[in-house]
Structures are given as structure tokens and as C-alpha cells.
């Protein structure tokens, strides 16, 4: 399968924990974008990277969020002191640059926070 | 900010077509997208379009764009019950890497 691949698929944890979830993009791709999705709603843009950099974050990335690509490839996003209110699911998507503005999107993590 | 809005809930019965709509209000609007979403999926890309465009057509899929009301609509021709999902409607506006979406419409298909 050479689409975009998450992992875990879901997660289950307790307020207080940190959580990190991964995306491995399609692999060509050289944008990767995270995206969280709450019950009932459309996808919200978090942030995105062009190969490793960070160019842009909502301002729905509090500064208990964090995103990273460090090679480039792979990307994090991790949650430290999660809160009810970060029960989603976390969508991450991938695209190469100068196509079209396709964005195509992983199977999702849900995160549920008790 | 940007906003994209849909109605919530259509239903329709098995073999008619449906139609999808959205609104937008980014003047600045490159790309229009239409993505299917089946329950505990993820996104997957159905059509989209160039804001240069009123119209495209994919198969059983039809999409309309009016760019001086801001409205977008997806119909999709003899409807089947595999269509059941939430339709989310996208804008990527110029300049921009984020992608806005709507509410989602649920699609509910009728035997």
C-alpha cells in the first residue's frame, strides 16, 4: 500500500498523559500536513511542513502541541498534558509540491481522553 | 477568516441523483475540492476543481461552480447505496497550504 499511513489508529488515555501519533506520508511527497477532526465537524487545519521545515501553525496548535519531521519523511505530532478537549481524530496529509494542490489523506488517529 | 458552509443531511432514494451544496466565502479561492468520507476513514479526494471553471465532469460525478455567489455543488448521477458518507466540500485559497472544509453533508440513501 503506498498511500498515507498512521499510526496508531487509536488511543485511548488518560488526562494528564502525553501522546504522540506518526504519519508516514506518501513517499515522494514532500508537503505533509496535520490536520484534527472533532465529532460533527470538518477537518481544522493544525500545520504543515515543506520536507523537514515548519512553515505555517493555526492557532489552534497550542503550545502543548508539537509537530515534527526531522528527516524529512516521517512526521510526529505529540500532545503533552492532554486535555478532554483533544479527544479527535488527527488527520495527517501528503502532497508534492507543484501538483495540483492534491492533498491526499491517512486513515486518521483517534484519540479519545477520559 | 474563511468560512465554508453545507447543509447537514440530504437523503435520497437509490438510483435518482443527488445533489451536494456549498457555499464559500474566500474571494481568493484556487481550488475547490470534494471529499467522501466513510465511516472511522479518512478523506479520500473525489473531484475538484479550478476556480476558472463553472463546471467538470467525472463519470457519475458533477461538479458546478458559481463564482460570483460563491456556491459550489456536486451531483452525483444514479445514486448507490456505497455513496452513503459525509460529502465534505474544501477551498484552498491563494497563496494558502490549508485547505478550509465545510460541516460535511451526511448522505443517507433510500432503498
Known amino acids: 500500500d503506498t498511500g498515507v499511513s498512521q499510526n496508531p489508529r487509536h488511543k485511548i488515555t488518560k488526562r494528564g498523559q502525553n501522546v504522540t501519533f506518526r504519519c508516514d506520508p506518501i513517499?515522494?511527497?514532500?508537503?505533509l500536513y496535520w490536520y484534527r477532526q472533532t465529532l460533527g465537524q470538518g477537518p481544522e487545519f493544525l500545520t504543515y511542513?515543506?520536507?523537514?521545515?515548519?512553515?505555517?501553525k493555526s492557532r489552534l496548535l497550542s503550545d502543548r502541541f508539537s509537530a515534527e519531521r526531522p528527516k524529512g519523511s516521517f512526521s510526529t505530532l505529540e500532545i503533552q498534558r492532554t486535555e478532554q478537549g483533544d479527544s479527535a481524530m488527527y488527520l495527517c496529509?501528503?502532497?508534492?509540491?507543484?501538483?495540483?494542490?492534491?492533498?491526499?489523506f491517512g486513515p486518521g488517529t483517534r484519540l479519545t481522553v477520559l | 477568516g474563511e468560512d465554508v458552509e453545507q447543509s447537514l443531511f440530504l437523503s435520497v432514494r437509490e438510483g435518482d441523483s443527488s445533489v451536494i451544496n456549498c457555499t464559500y466565502t474566500d474571494s481568493s479561492s484556487t481550488y475547490l475540492y470534494w471529499y467522501k468520507q466513510e465511516p472511522g476513514a479518512g478523506l479520500q479526494l473525489l473531484t475538484y476543481?479550478?476556480?476558472?471553471?463553472d463546471m467538470k465532469q467525472d463519470q457519475r460525478l458533477t461538479v458546478l461552480l458559481n463564482k460570483k455567489d460563491k456556491h459550489l455543488s456536486l451531483r452525483i448521477a444514479d445514486t448507490q447505496t456505497g455513496d452513503s458518507a459525509i460529502y465534505f466540500c474544501a477551498d484552498l485559497g491563494f497563496g494558502n497550504e490549508k485547505l478550509t472544509f465545510g460541516t460535511g453533508t451526511r448522505l443517507t440513501i433510500i432503498p
Open positions: 476543481i479550478f476556480s476558472n471553471m
Open positions: 511542513f515543506q520536507n523537514e521545515a515548519q512553515l505555517e
Open positions: 496529509a501528503s502532497r508534492l509540491a507543484g501538483v495540483m494542490g492534491e492533498q491526499f
Open positions: 513517499s515522494e511527497h514532500n508537503r
